[in-house]
């Protein structure tokens, strides 16, 4: 991909990140109500737009920043496919072997709300 065609996908990526943000911040349903997922659905674009901006970065491939991006989109998408073990593999993809809890030093935008 050259210069100009990458930035301008990681410009429009960053609109599509804020609007998404922004939707998900007003979207006033809490866990238990009826539109709790479709607030979910909106948590899981922002992260995969997270993780467009990642992966087109014009550094080196932060490998840390891909796992928490992973780690989230798993994470979150476990609730709409409950058969497939998805946090349990997000969990052996971001956490250490040991530990079974989400960490403590991951920024809550990360986990799953």
Known sequence: ?????????????AQAHAWTEQEYRRHPAV????????????????MALHLLQTALRKQALDTQ????????????????LPDHALKAFADQ???PPATTAA???MPQQWQAT
């Open 93 to 95: 993809l971001y956490l």
């Open 65 to 80: 920043k891909l796992k928490k991006n992973l780690y989230s989109i798993l994470t979150i998408a476990d609730g709409f």
């Open 103 to 105: 960490s403590e030093d």
């Open 1 to 13: 991909m050259n210069t100009l065609s990458r930035d301008q996908v990681l410009a429009m990526s």
């Open 31 to 46: 866990r238990g109500d009826a539109e709790w997922m479709e607030k979910q659905r909106l948590l899981m674009a922002d």
